[in-house]
């Protein structure tokens, strides 16, 4: 079992930063990716970006060229530094481990709000 705590969620004007961290507590495999969704009301969660073990990224294309995904593989934790901040970048932000998918490992965090005001 696989238990994710995400943290440094919070309100910022359009153009500002933040930084979203995930702890992961349990087994976390080299095989597993990590990354981070986002859900705006009414809308379906979609991919903000994920990293595996090894540092390959892989990011929505909203987000690309302003947020950054890293990895600590020794601590178990993925952060997203996330800059010039959009009000469409509003929404609650889950942190995600999934494996293999034979292993049928997907974990989901309990979500951090980011709000961006214009």
């Known amino acids: 079992q696989v238990h994710l705590v995400e943290s440094g969620g919070g309100l910022v004007q359009a153009g500002g930063s933040l930084r979203l961290s995930c702890a992961a507590s349990g087994s976390i495999f080299a095989s597993d990716v990590m990354g981070w969704y986002r859900q705006a009301p009414g809308n379906q969660r979609e991919l903000v970006a994920d990293?595996?073990?090894?540092?390959?990224?892989n990011y929505g294309d909203s987000v690309k060229d302003r947020f950054t995904i890293s990895r600590d593989n020794a601590k178990n934790t993925v952060y997203l530094q996330m800059n010039s901040l959009k009000p469409e970048d509003t929404g609650v932000y889950y942190c995600n481990v999934k494996g293999l998918p034979w292993t049928r490992r997907n974990y989901w965090g309990q979500g951090t709000q980011v709000t961006v005001s214009s």
């Open positions: 990293i595996t073990s090894g540092g390959s990224t």
